[in-house]
């Protein structure tokens, strides 16, 4: 079993940034790969960005020269941060762990999730 808790959402301005963390436990943290997900109202929970055990990173689209993701496995944490935040970046946000290998942009590939955290941009 791996737990994990998000933390750092809130309310921003856009063009504004935040950071989000999720620190993970129950399970040797390096065996992980880590991703981030977010999910609007009525929409699908998409992919945002993920690391794997060797901290190679992947971006959606829509975040990509904007976010960075990050770990640091001494503190068993992944981190989000967001620069240039913009309206349509409002969401819940999902971190997640994958402890097997697979593609990192499908939810299904995930095992465990954590409870989410709210980010809201504002225009």
């Known amino acids: 079993q791996v737990q994990m808790v998000e933390s750092g959402g809130g309310l921003v301005q856009a063009g504004g940034s935040l950071r989000l963390s999720c620190a993970a436990s129950?399970?040797?943290?390096?065996?992980?790969?880590m991703g981030w997900f977010r999910q609007a109202p009525g929409k699908e929970r998409e992919f945002v960005s993920a690391i794997s055990r060797n901290g190679a990173r992947t971006y959606a689209d829509s975040v990509k020269g904007r976010f960075t993701i990050s770990r640091d496995n001494a503190k068993n944490t992944v981190y989000l941060q967001m620069n240039s935040l913009k309206p349509e970046d409002t969401a819940v946000y999902y971190c997640?762990?994958?402890?097997?290998?697979?593609?990192?942009?499908?939810?299904?590939?995930?095992?465990?999730w954590g409870q989410g955290t709210q980010v809201t941009v504002s225009l």
């Open positions: 997640a762990a994958q402890t097997y290998s697979g593609s990192s942009v499908h939810t299904r590939n995930y095992d465990y």
């Open positions: 129950g399970r040797t943290f390096s065996s992980l790969a």
